[in-house]
């Protein structure tokens, strides 16, 4: 599986951005997707994540009520749609899907995931 991040770059505090992760090689559309964010000199950590079919969604309490996490298995995609952002959102976004869990519910833990796209930087200005 090759998935390619896009939709980063610079926004203002109190903007929006929305990033698309496209996957190719084969279909991920019964599998748990999420995504990850990395800032400077941080841990990966979890932003959100969604089930195969889109009716089981998990967020961060850092974006929960701003961020949304969505998906469109005709085109292998999976969205995240980020709205209201703050500075201390500025990360580099990684998406990934878990293909060892076929049909089930998604996991918020990054080890569980198996592929990971290249990541999107995301820098947003105060």
């Known amino acids: 599986v090759q998935l390619q991040a896009s939709g980063g770059g610079l926004a203002q505090a109190g903007g929006s951005l929305r990033l698309s992760c496209a996957a190719s090689?084969?279909?991920?559309?019964?599998?748990?997707a999420a995504w990850f964010r990395q800032a400077p000199g941080k841990e990966r950590e979890f932003v959100a994540a969604?089930?195969?079919?889109?009716?089981?969604?998990y967020y961060a309490d850092s974006v929960k009520g701003r961020f949304t996490i969505s998906r469109d298995n005709a085109k292998n995609t999976v969205y995240l749609q980020m709205n209201s952002l703050k500075p201390d959102d500025t990360a580099v976004y990684y998406c990934?899907?878990?293909?060892?869990?076929?049909?089930?519910?998604?996991?918020?833990?990054?080890?569980?995931?198996?592929?990971w796209g290249q990541g999107t930087q995301v820098t947003v200005s105060s």
């Open positions: 990934a899907y878990d293909v060892s869990s076929i049909l089930r519910r998604p996991s918020i833990t990054r080890s569980d995931y198996d592929y």
């Open positions: 090689g084969r279909s991920v559309n019964n599998y748990p």
């Open positions: 969604i089930n195969w079919s889109g009716g089981v969604t």
